[in-house]
């Protein structure tokens, strides 16, 4: 549990010192404490990407967090601020949205525009081969799409809501949520059938083509045979 | 900003702080994973806590991989082979960090993509404080939590019908390009098989003089 954040202590008011202490003393705990979400390991090269499949106008916010072996200590300490992730996200027709290389730490955030399979990928920006030691990189990720990305402390602080009022807002969301994706599975289902359409079409096309070509190679064939043998005087 | 302010700041951040040490979460994730591959994913988890993994093979091959799930000490609590989806649930009994691994190494050559959804725990509330109520719930708020428990259903069961056709579509897909591989192979195929029929009968008579006049006498 390491802390992360270093503290700048400010000269307080008399008689709100303790205060001010205490509330000090409990945001480090907190952010000592802080969520560590799921990780997995990462080679110094190694390209990791994840598949996003929304339908359009979606939020998808991702946070990571990346710690590096340490190993006179032996085990994983936050790493280097020199070290990054370069983060990319390409939309269903191969367009890049997102290309930006962030810290040790990052939050990304894009909006999909059109319907699909979105591709997040994350490589790290080491070249200094020597950095990761033979080692791996643990990268902490966390990606939250559509109404789970939704910030309810801070949609009820903006718009001054009651706790009812919030509940609401959050079923609101989760309703359009359904309905987008509802509409997206349309516009698949449609795809899809065209597929199987094209496929039905192809075979039928290609069975009658097949017969027709049998036929006429047939036909060529004992024509030309019967000419050859013709003019060697077999028949 | 008088007195009060910084007192319920300081129990905003107590309340803060006792939240994260039950830490509800999860993660939902679809990866790509190459042939001869083996993914793992860490996650910690307090005792006594129940969580669940579900996954699910989306592309590539014949849409099966296999899992493992170890917990802190070593010890697999859950191994199969060669699933196409599968649920799981355990009660951590001992605190640490979970891993669970998907593993590509029985393919040669088709590459998976693979989705799981890690849950552990509850659903947290929405704002702080909501988790700490001392009164019941109201007829409107109770309903609120009914409405959103089968909202939630209905987006499980969308995400569900959305990965079977996913699959469905990629299996579709692959039919279409295969029947016109093989359309474009047989007509050559058929091209090349009738000319060179063709040739070799002409070849038996045309050369070795010998064959026909032993044919003749």
Redesign the interface.
């Known amino acids: 549990m390491a802390v992360e954040l270093g503290v700048r202590v400010v000269r307080p008011r008399p008689g709100?010192e303790l205060?001010?202490v205490?509330?000090t003393l409990?945001?480090l705990?907190?952010l000592a404490?802080?969520?560590?979400?799921?990780?997995?390991?990462i080679g110094e090269t190694e390209k990791?990407?994840?598949?996003?499949?929304i339908p359009d106008e979606t939020m998808v916010i991702g946070n990571y967090r990346t710690q590096l072996y340490d190993k006179q200590r032996e085990e994983y300490q936050p790493a280097t601020p020199g070290l990054g992730m370069f983060v990319e996200v390409k939309d269903p027709e191969d367009k890049v949205i997102l290309a930006r290389q962030y810290g040790s730490e990052g939050r990304f955030t894009f909006t999909s525009h059109t319907p699909g399979e979105h591709q997040i990928c994350l490589h790290s920006n080491s070249t200094k081969f020597s950095l990761f030691a033979g080692g791996m990189l643990r990268v902490h990720?966390?990606?939250q799409?559509g109404e789970h990305a939704n910030d309810?402390?801070e949609i009820?602080a903006k718009d001054k809501l009651s706790?009812?009022q919030?509940?609401?807002r959050?079923?609101v969301e989760?309703?359009e949520?359904?309905q987008k994706?509802?509409n997206y599975?349309r516009w698949?289902?449609e795809?899809?059938r065209q597929?199987?359409e094209?496929?039905n079409q192809?075979?039928l096309w290609?069975s009658i083509?097949?017969t027709l070509?049998?036929v006429a190679?047939g036909v060529?064939?004992m024509r030309?045979?019967k000419s050859?043998?013709e003019a060697?005087k077999?028949v | 900003m008088g007195c009060a302010a910084p007192r319920s700041a300081s129990a905003l951040l107590l309340l803060l702080l006792l939240l994260r040490a039950e830490q509800p979460r999860g993660a939902e994730l679809t990866f790509e994973l190459p042939d001869n591959a083996k993914q793992c994913f860490h996650e910690e988890v307090e005792q006594g806590v129940k969580f669940s993994l579900d996954y699910q093979v989306i592309t590539g091959g014949h849409y099966d991989v296999d899992c493992y799930v170890e917990d802190p000490q070593g010890n697999t609590i859950y191994r199969e082979t060669k699933k196409q989806y599968d649920s799981f649930t355990h009660r951590a009994e001992v605190k640490g960090v979970y891993q669970f691994c998907f593993s590509n190494e029985f393919s040669t050559f088709s590459h998976k993509t693979v989705y799981f959804d890690f849950q552990v725990g509850d659903e947290p509330p929405i704002l702080p404080d909501m988790g700490n109520r001392v009164t019941a719930l109201t007829q409107m708020e109770s309903a609120c939590v009914t409405i959103h428990e089968a909202l939630k259903t209905v987006i499980d069961s969308q995400t569900h019908y959305r990965l079977r056709e996913a699959q469905d579509r990629a299996r579709a897909e692959d039919i279409n390009s295969r029947v016109s591989y093989w359309s474009i192979g047989e007509t050559i195929a058929l091209f090349v098989v009738s000319f060179s029929q063709v040739l070799l009968l002409k070849s038996f008579f045309t050369e070795k003089r010998p064959v026909s006049r032993a044919v003749h006498s």
């Not at chain 1, 404490?33 to 390991?41: D, E, K, P, V």
């Open positions: 709100t205060g001010v205490m509330r409990l945001l705990l907190w404490t802080r969520g560590s979400a799921l990780y997995f390991h990791k990407c994840f598949i996003e499949e990720l966390d990606i799409v309810y402390a009820a706790e009812l919030l509940r609401v959050q079923l989760q309703v949520q359904i994706e509802q599975q698949r289902e795809r899809f597929t199987s094209s496929t192809r075979v290609w083509l097949q070509i049998l190679i060529w064939q030309h045979l050859f043998f060697k077999l």
